[in-house]
């Protein structure tokens, strides 16, 4: 007799383990499984992950059983797998099952809920027979799914429970361009997994998954129907780079995902700000939202060109790398007044690997105190924060694209000396632009090009948006 799986039982603890891959197949015909001495005794079961299926009869008559968790690999449940588990409360039967067989969980006296996903299509006769204590059906798919499937006779107690529908429709994505670059999901949440106040959506970038309960998501009505907006904000180099979302219910039952054409997701939802470029490029927006979307591109390929990150193949048009100098002159920053006495130097710059932020860098001499001085940004007095050794800064993060070429003033003063710096986000680009290529090479220049280009589109749109 062949056997693919190896297994153990653990008299002491009534432990059944199970490992191995492929199919349980113990049987030809219907000899029984090699530990049925034992099944009265069984009270828990470990199944190995590369399980293929639950050959028939596998636990029949395991009365001390009260729950089970089949592996994900398993496609098939056969013929009367789980009869008689009469203490069996409840069962998840995995995404990727499609086959249930005749009698797989009849006589499960005390089963009062199941979890069957979409990727069912089959329920032998039988399978939910004397299961009287079953109330809830968790179905992850939509209503016309669940009628789809082929279910057998004999199968009352699962046709007359009550039966929840878990899915939900992304009805449309958008990139959002007023500050940080955000890719946006607009999804319709079934009534079902609204009624579950622990459902909730988990948004993934580069292996960083972020929880959203589905409750706290922002709500919108367009058309008549409410929708869900879950987010991700990105950095310009990651344009490429895929956002996936997933929902599930608060038992961590996976929600069937649709696109807004209709078509079933496998995994999540991927989707990236480049594919919005892509749409909103052939759509028919207007070309002052189109030049926009356009100048955020080439910005986004401008950062992975100046980081080397996932670069191989870009280029920028020559639009783009054509920018002159002067065309950013009425940026260039001003100095005027005197550093206070015990500030040796004031520096300025621009984070861009991140969001697009501000900072004004000031050195104290060794023995000053930065109490002793006042700061302030456009009039309104901040304390500087310390990047340690005596320097301390001022920023304004988080600069929107139409904003990036809004000057902004910067004091430092001692009560006797003022110093004073009117600095934007484009001043550090002009400064960029008129460095030899030693201090700024030319994949930094043209990403302070293609910075000046997208605040230009920006202001273009917003002007009139």
Same mark, same amino acid.
């Not at 783009?320 to 001003?334: G, H, K, M, P, Y």
């Not at 861009?352 to 109490?371: C, K, P």
């Not at 003063?413 to 001043?427: F, K, M, Q, R, W």
């Given at each position: 007799?062949?056997?693919?799986?190896?297994?153990?039982?653990?008299?002491?603890?009534?432990?059944?383990?199970?490992?191995?891959?492929?199919?349980?197949?113990?049987?030809?015909?219907?000899?029984?499984?090699?530990?049925?001495?034992?099944?009265?005794?069984?009270?828990?079961?470990?199944?190995?992950?590369?399980?293929?299926?639950?050959?028939?009869?596998?636990?029949?008559?395991?009365?001390?059983?009260?729950?089970?968790?089949?592996?994900?690999?398993?496609?098939?449940?056969?013929?009367?797998?789980?009869?008689?588990?009469?203490?069996?409360?409840?069962?998840?039967?995995?995404?990727?099952?499609?086959?249930?067989?005749?009698?797989?969980?009849?006589?499960?006296?005390?089963?009062?809920?199941?979890?069957?996903?979409?990727?069912?299509?089959?329920?032998?006769?039988?399978?939910?027979?004397?299961?009287?204590?079953?109330?809830?059906?968790?179905?992850?798919?939509?209503?016309?799914?669940?009628?789809?499937?082929?279910?057998?006779?004999?199968? *009352?107690?699962?046709?007359?429970?009550?039966?929840?529908?878990?899915?939900?429709?992304?009805?449309?994505?958008?990139?959002?361009?007023?500050?940080?670059?955000?890719?946006?999901?607009?999804?319709?949440?079934?009534?079902?997994?609204?009624?579950?106040?622990?459902?909730?959506?988990?948004?993934?970038?580069?292996?960083?998954?972020?929880?959203?309960?589905?409750?706290?998501?922002?709500?919108?009505?367009?058309?008549?129907?409410?929708?869900?907006?879950?987010?991700?904000?990105?950095?310009?180099?990651?344009?490429?780079?895929?956002?996936?979302?997933?929902?599930?219910?608060?038992?961590?039952?996976?929600?069937?995902?649709?696109?807004?054409?209709?078509?079933?997701?496998?995994?999540?939802?991927?989707?990236?700000?480049?594919?919005?470029?892509?749409?909103?490029?052939?759509?028919?927006?207007?070309?002052?939202?189109?030049?926009?979307?356009?100048?955020?591109?080439?910005?986004?390929?401008?950062?992975?060109?100046?980081?080397?990150?996932?670069?191989?193949?870009?280029?920028?048009?020559?639009?783009?790398?054509?920018?002159?100098?002067?065309?950013?002159?009425?940026?260039?920053?001003?100095?005027?007044?005197?550093?206070?006495?015990?500030?040796?130097?004031?520096?300025?710059?621009?984070?861009?690997?991140?969001?697009?932020?501000?900072?004004?860098?000031?050195?104290?001499?060794?023995?000053?105190?930065?109490?002793?001085?006042?700061?302030?940004?456009?009039?309104?007095?901040?304390?500087?924060?310390?990047?340690? *050794?005596?320097?301390?800064?001022?920023?304004?993060?988080?600069?929107?694209?139409?904003?990036?070429?809004?000057?902004?003033?910067?004091?430092?003063?001692?009560?006797?000396?003022?110093?004073?710096?009117?600095?934007?986000?484009?001043?550090?680009?002009?400064?960029?632009?008129?460095?030899?290529?030693?201090?700024?090479?030319? *994949?930094?220049?043209?990403?302070?090009?293609?910075?000046?280009?997208?605040?230009?589109?920006?202001?273009?749109?917003?002007?009139? *948006?």
């Amino acid at each position: 007799m062949l056997y693919y799986l190896e297994w153990s039982f653990d008299e002491k603890t009534g432990v059944l383990t199970i490992s191995g891959n492929g199919e349980m197949d113990y049987q030809y015909s219907w000899i029984h499984p090699p530990w049925e001495p034992f099944l009265a005794e069984i009270t828990a079961v470990e199944l190995p992950d590369g399980l293929t299926d639950i050959a028939g009869e596998a636990f029949t008559g395991c009365s001390n059983l009260t729950a089970i968790t089949i592996p994900d690999t398993v496609t098939a449940i056969n013929w009367e797998a789980f009869s008689g588990c009469t203490a069996l409360l409840g069962i998840d039967i995995p995404d990727g099952v499609t086959f249930i067989g005749w009698g797989a969980f009849s006589a499960c006296t005390t089963l009062v809920e199941v979890m069957i996903p979409d990727s069912v299509t089959f329920i032998g006769e039988m399978a939910f027979y004397a299961c009287d204590a079953l109330t809830d059906v968790y179905y992850c798919g939509t209503e016309a799914q669940k009628e789809q499937i082929e279910i057998g006779e004999d199968n *009352n107690p699962l046709l007359n429970a009550t039966w929840h529908y878990l899915y939900a429709n992304v009805m449309s994505k958008s990139l959002t361009l007023e500050g940080k670059i955000r890719v946006n999901f607009y999804v319709v949440v079934s009534d079902d997994a609204l009624a579950d106040e622990d459902s909730y959506a988990l948004v993934t970038l580069n292996g960083v998954t972020t929880k959203h309960m589905v409750k706290d998501a922002p709500v919108s009505e367009k058309n008549g129907v409410v929708r869900r907006q879950f987010t991700q904000d990105i950095f310009a180099k990651q344009m490429h780079d895929d956002v996936t979302i997933e929902l599930f219910d608060g038992s961590g039952r996976r929600l069937a995902l649709f696109d807004s054409d209709g078509t079933e997701t496998e995994g999540g939802l991927h989707y990236s700000a480049s594919d919005y470029v892509e749409a909103a490029m052939q759509s028919s927006l207007g070309e002052s939202l189109k030049e926009l979307v356009k100048a955020c591109a080439n910005y986004g390929i401008a950062a992975q060109i100046q980081f080397g990150y996932e670069a191989d193949g870009l280029t920028l048009p020559e639009d783009v790398t054509s920018v002159a100098v002067n065309a950013l002159s009425a940026f260039e920053a001003t100095y005027t007044g005197t550093l206070p006495e015990g500030i040796e130097k004031s520096t300025s710059t621009l984070l861009i690997q991140a969001d697009n932020t501000i900072r004004l860098y000031y050195y104290l001499e060794d023995g000053r105190l930065i109490d002793d001085y006042t700061f302030t940004i456009d009039t309104e007095t901040v304390t500087p924060q310390s990047a340690g *050794n005596g320097k301390y800064y001022l920023e304004i993060a988080n600069i929107p694209a139409q904003a990036l070429d809004q000057l902004h003033t910067f004091t430092v003063s001692d009560g006797t000396n003022t110093h004073t710096v009117e600095y934007c986000a484009l001043s550090y680009a002009y400064k960029a632009l008129t460095y030899d290529d030693t201090l700024a090479p030319t *994949n930094l220049k043209n990403m302070a090009k293609a910075l000046y280009l997208y605040n230009q589109k920006a202001d273009a749109y917003f002007e009139n *948006n």
